[in-house]
């Protein structure tokens, strides 16, 4: 499974937008991109999946550049309840993800 | 609410003792997982069930150990328990063989404390 690497943290205000990116020099042809948000005490929480290109969701967008050796999630206009560590996953079995690999995650500060 | 449910949600024990921890999938998931996340570190696999078969395993010692039954559920069993097992244990369920992308839903875990 590709390694990702990601900031550690990151700061912001509320109602800005917020990107955050991930590396994933080694991801392979089957691997799709995932990320997670967990609050702390709580299981992590399912955000957004692609494969290439773009994806939108009601809460989120992944961006993914033709090499898909790194991905943007960009989360519009943060709020305070948008405080939470943000984790980048590569893989899964044609797109499950039993099996999950997390990093460290990147911890985001939103600050009024 | 994600329809996985774990018990109990926290957990006191002594170094050397036995513990099993138990986890409900989500209605419809045949897949359950179960990680270690010790205070901030991102979660560690620790083994998959699928279909009551261990179904891949992370680096962790044969002292952890699991079940997984036909209505799905499983159980995460640790023997002669470290110090070191302090953590968070998280319990994912997801539906897997379908051939369609599956989301892993996250149980609240259960936040084990050796002492």
């Known amino acids: 499974l590709a390694k990702t690497t990601q900031p550690i943290s990151m700061d912001s205000y509320e109602g800005q937008e917020v990107n955050i990116t991930c590396s994933h020099n080694?991801?392979?042809?089957?691997?799709?991109i995932t990320w997670y948000q967990q609050f702390p005490s709580q299981g992590p929480r399912f955000i957004i999946q692609?494969?290439?290109t773009k994806v939108t969701n009601e809460v989120a967008s992944l961006f993914i550049p033709a090499d898909r050796k790194s991905s943007t999630l960009s989360l519009p206009r943060v709020s305070l309840s948008d405080t939470a560590v943000y984790y980048c996953?590569?893989?899964?079995?044609?797109?499950?993800?039993?099996?999950?690999?997390f990093g460290k995650g990147t911890k985001l500060s939103v600050k009024p | 609410e994600t329809g996985v449910t774990q018990s109990p949600t926290h957990l006191i024990k002594t170094r050397g003792q036995q513990v099993t921890l138990r986890c409900s999938s989500q209605?419809?998931?045949?897949?359950v997982s179960w990680y270690q996340q010790a205070l901030g570190q991102g979660p560690q696999f620790i083994f998959q069930?699928?279909?009551?078969?261990?179904?891949g395993r992370g680096n962790f010692p044969p002292r952890f150990s699991g079940l997984q039954f036909p209505n799905y559920s499983s159980e995460l069993n640790v023997n002669a328990l470290e110090l070191d097992d302090s953590a968070l244990y998280l319990c994912?369920?997801?539906?897997?063989?379908?051939?369609?992308?599956?989301?892993?839903?996250f149980g609240q875990g259960t936040r084990l404390t050796v002492v």
């Open positions: 996953l590569v893989g899964g079995k044609g797109g499950s993800q039993g099996n999950l690999i």
């Open positions: 080694n991801i392979a042809t089957n691997d799709y």
């Open positions: 069930y699928y279909r009551e078969e261990e179904n």
């Open positions: 692609g494969y290439k």
């Open positions: 994912a369920s997801s539906l897997e063989g379908s051939g369609r992308n599956t989301e892993a839903f």
């Open positions: 209605s419809g998931h045949n897949t």
